[in-house]
């Protein structure tokens, strides 16, 4: 296999001289950002451990009737630690162990609020569609032990943390979710936010496993801001994006396993997107490295039987409601990405582009409830 490529923005720093790599930024990424000074002991630790730290800062205009409301949010994306055909307790506390290491520094660099990947504290085993051992991975949101392993760090560090499972719902005859569970820096589980929309694309068949949520689009007050979590294929969704801005979210999560065959093209385009439409700010969210299985497995795609599904493709990113955002992490590193927000910048990009206020809700709500009806016809117009 080719050796995947570290980052774009590398190959931008070699090629471009840097009287002109500015304005590429400035074009590609917008101009809001700025690097964020990030405490030596955290450098010292993502060196020690083998993991990426990058920090930014995207602030809003003074203004004299409010105060600043200043947020550090933290994400983070990392490679499995062990194979996929160790026991499955040893794999869940490779993970722990790994996810433990890159908080302790988002904790060293002020983070309020992170958010880890996808299906973080297992194998992304869904593209196999067998049921075991991988839905032996499932555990209680409220009080499984990856639930009770977070709740930990976050009274430890004053932090809240959306950790995002294989959920085993007991209560409603043990069925399986893929869940975002959201946990107060009280250390308290505040809630869970279950996935919208289940792709049936490529190697993704995850219906196998899950069916698609029954939450909605819950916003969570912490005491930092109010937050609300898109997981993953919910991503290609302009609508389930829009819910959660209704809602009156600041900050949406989109905690993601997609890999570069699929979806790469897509990946830095839509959850900016999302931010622009919405104005809020959004973290797109993805695992990296590339993943094998034991037994081979087949695709709805005509491709030949395979062990692995591709490479996921890292590249984390931040996007800020007027449009720009951070560069994103690597493509092939575990990394931390440290951004502190100003969430009065939401409300300033309200009143300067109106785009809730000249949205049409109650036309789109009209065309919607017709177009659900089992009687609908489009409204086409002939000669």
């Given at each position: ?36 000074d990030?405490?030596?002991?955290a450098?010292?630790?993502a ?12 602030g ?21 630690v062990?194979?996929?055909t160790?026991p ?8 722990h162990?790994?996810?433990s ?46 639930t009770?392993?977070?709740?930990e ?11 995002s ?112 439409a919405?104005s ?11 993943e ?30 007027d449009?720009s955002r ?12 440290v951004?502190?927000l ?38 086409i117009?002939?000669?």
């Open positions: 296999m080719a050796e995947e490529t570290e980052n774009i923005d590398n190959i931008l720093k070699e090629h471009i001289p840097a009287e002109k790599l500015k304005e590429v930024n400035r074009i590609l990424y917008g101009g809001a950002f700025s690097p964020l990030l405490p030596g002991e450098t010292k630790l060196s020690e451990h083998d993991f990426e730290l990058q920090g930014y800062a995207i809003a205009k003074p203004e004299q009737r409010r105060q600043p409301k200043i947020v550090r949010i933290g994400v983070i994306q990392n490679k499995i062990l194979p996929t160790a499955i307790k040893d794999q869940v506390a490779s993970l162990n790994r996810i290491e890159i908080v302790e520094a988002a904790a060293l660099c002020g983070v309020n609020i992170i958010c880890f990947q996808e299906a973080w504290n297992m194998p992304f085993a869904f593209c196999t569609r067998q049921k075991h051992p991988w839905t032996e991975f499932a555990e209680s949101a409220e009080d499984g032990p990856t009770k392993f977070c709740q760090l976050a009274k430890r560090y004053n932090m809240v943390i959306i950790s499972i294989l959920e085993r719902d007991a209560v409603h005859s043990e069925t399986l979710w893929n869940t975002s569970v959201v946990i107060s820096n009280s250390g308290a589980v505040m809630g869970k936010s279950r996935k919208n929309h289940i792709p049936r694309v490529g190697d993704f068949n995850e219906s196998t496993y899950y069916m698609e949520g029954n939450t909605g689009h819950q916003v969570f007050e912490t005491q930092f801001g109010r937050v609300a979590i898109n997981i993953c294929f919910g991503r290609h969704h302009p609508l389930n994006w829009l819910a959660y801005g209704l809602n009156g979210a600041e900050i949406v999560f989109n905690p993601s396993a997609t890999v570069g065959s699929l979806s790469e093209p897509l990946w830095p385009i839509e959850a900016r997107n999302a931010a622009i919405n809020y700010f959004t973290a797109a969210i993805n695992r990296v490295g590339t094998s299985f034991p037994d081979e497995f087949t695709s709805g795609d005509g491709k030949k039987a395979h062990h692995d599904f591709g490479h996921f493709y890292g590249s984390s990113y931040i996007a800020a409601p449009g951070t560069p994103g992490l690597s493509r092939t590193r575990d990394g931390l990405l951004t502190e100003d969430l009065n910048l939401c409300r300033q990009v309200r009143d300067r582009w109106c785009l809730q206020m000249t949205g049409r809700y109650d036309m789109y709500g009209e065309v919607l409830t017709q177009a659900a009806a089992r009687d609908f016809k489009p409204n117009i002939k000669e």
